[in-house]
C-alpha cells in the first residue's frame, strides 16, 4: 500500500498526559498537512509543512500541540497535557506541489479520545 | 477569506435515480475547488477538483460536478446513484499559496435500494 498511513488508530488517554501521532505520508510528496476533525464538522486545518520546514500554524494549533517533520518525510504531531476538548479524528494528508494545483492525499486517521 | 457551504445536511436519493449534493463557495481570486468522499472510519478520499477550463468536471466513481461562477456553485453530481455511494461528501476550497483546504461542514448521502 503506497498510501498515506497513520499510527496509531486510535489512542485513549487520560487527562493530561501527553500522546505522539505519526503520519508517513506518500513518498514522492513534498508538501505534508494535519487537520483536525470532530464529529458533525468538516476538516480544520493546523498545520503544513514543505519539506521539513513547517511553514504555516492555524490559530487552532495551541501551545500544547508541536509538530515537526525532521528529514522531510515522516512528521510527528504532540500534544501535550491533553484535555477532552482534544478528542477528536486527527488527519494527515500530503501532495506533490510543484507548479501546480494538486489534490491531497488524506491518511485514515488517528482517533483521539481523552477521559 | 476563503469559505464553503454546503446547505443540506443530508440528501437522500433512490438507487439508480440522479443525485446532487450542493456546494457554494466564497473565494476572492480564482476558485480552486475540491470534492471529498468519506467513509465511516476512513480517511477522505479525493473524488475530483476545478481549476480552470471546462465547468463539467469528471472525477472518480463515476461522479462529476458542475462549476458555475455566476452562481458561485460547485455541486456534485451522478446521473444514476448506487447503495453504495453512501457516504459523507465534503467540499472543500484551496486557500493560500500553501494549498490547505477550507472544507465545509459535509452533507451526508443516503442511497436508498
Known amino acids: 500500500d503506497t498510501g498515506v498511513s497513520q499510527d496509531p488508530r486510535h489512542k485513549i488517554t487520560k487527562r493530561g498526559q501527553n500522546v505522539t501521532f505519526r503520519c508517513d505520508p506518500i513518498?514522492?510528496?513534498?508538501?505534508l498537512y494535519w487537520y483536525r476533525q470532530t464529529l458533525g464538522q468538516g476538516p480544520e486545518f493546523l498545520t503544513y509543512?514543505?519539506?521539513?520546514?513547517?511553514?504555516?500554524k492555524s490559530r487552532l494549533l495551541s501551545d500544547r500541540f508541536s509538530a515537526e517533520r525532521p528529514k522531510g518525510s515522516f512528521s510527528t504531531l504532540e500534544i501535550q497535557r491533553t484535555e477532552q476538548g482534544d478528542s477528536a479524528m486527527y488527519l494527515c494528508?500530503?501532495?506533490f506541489g510543484q507548479g501546480g494545483i494538486y489534490e491531497q492525499y488524506f491518511g485514515p486517521g488517528t482517533r483521539l479520545t481523552v477521559t | 477569506a476563503q469559505s464553503v457551504a454546503q446547505p443540506e445536511d443530508q440528501v437522500n436519493v433512490a438507487e439508480g435515480n440522479p443525485l446532487t449534493v450542493k456546494c457554494t463557495y466564497s473565494?476572492?481570486?480564482?476558485?480552486?475547488l475540491f470534492w471529498y468522499v468519506q467513509y465511516p472510519n476512513r480517511g477522505l478520499q479525493f473524488l475530483l477538483k476545478?481549476?480552470?477550463?471546462?465547468?463539467l468536471v469528471k472525477g472518480s466513481y463515476g461522479f462529476e460536478a458542475e462549476f458555475n461562477k455566476s452562481q458561485t456553485s460547485f455541486h456534485l453530481k451522478k446521473p444514476s446513484a448506487l447503495v453504495s455511494d453512501s457516504a459523507l461528501y465534503f467540499c472543500?476550497?484551496?486557500?493560500?499559496?500553501?494549498?490547505?483546504?477550507?472544507f465545509g461542514t459535509g452533507t451526508r448521502l443516503q442511497v436508498f435500494p
Open positions: 494528508a500530503s501532495s
Open positions: 513518498s514522492e510528496h513534498n508538501r
Open positions: 509543512f514543505q519539506n521539513e520546514a513547517q511553514l504555516e
Open positions: 473565494v476572492s481570486g480564482n476558485p480552486y
Open positions: 476545478y481549476i480552470t477550463g471546462d465547468n
Open positions: 472543500a476550497v484551496r486557500d493560500g499559496p500553501t494549498d490547505k483546504l477550507i
